[in-house]
Nanobody
Framework: EVQLVESGGGLVQAGGSLRLSCAAS????????IGWFRQAPGKEREGVSC????????FYAPSVQGRFKVSRDNTKKQAYLQMSSLKPEDTAVYHC??????????????????WGQGTQVTVSS
């Protein structure tokens, strides 16, 4: 069974940093691209970042480009989202998700095979 478990969320002041982790199990981790998404109350889900299977390609939404950094450690079966210069508008539940085998990274919510339960990030002003 595929499982994705996020951690690392919390409350942080504007300008601060957080590092989210996504622990994967139940599949060959380095065969799949991993995406990060977020959803704020009353808003649509937004694609934040995606990293390719081997970590050689990274994609970012314009809203986070230059502030967030995605990475992965295939030996540990974990993906990470380092978030810096956080803004109140970054407040949301953050989810990691697995793309189907062989699918190139993208930030559209549709087409992802499995999702984690999410971790709350709250940025105070």
């Amino acid at each position: 069974e595929v499982q994705l478990v996020e951690s690392g969320g919390g409350l942080v002041q504007a300008g601060g940093s957080l590092r989210l982790s996504c622990a994967a199990s139940g599949f060959t981790f380095d065969d799949y691209s991993i995406g990060w998404f977020r959803q704020a109350p009353g808003k649509e889900r937004e694609g934040v970042s995606c990293i390719s299977e081997k970590g050689d390609q990274e994609f970012y939404a314009p809203s986070v480009q230059g502030r967030f950094k995605v990475s992965r450690d295939n030996t540990k079966k974990q993906a990470y989202l380092q978030m810096s210069s956080l803004k109140p508008e970054d407040t949301a539940v953050y989810h990691c998700a697995q793309l189907p085998f062989g699918t190139t990274c993208h930030l559209r919510g549709t087409g992802y095979a499995s999702w984690g339960q999410g971790t709350q990030v709250t940025v105070s002003s």
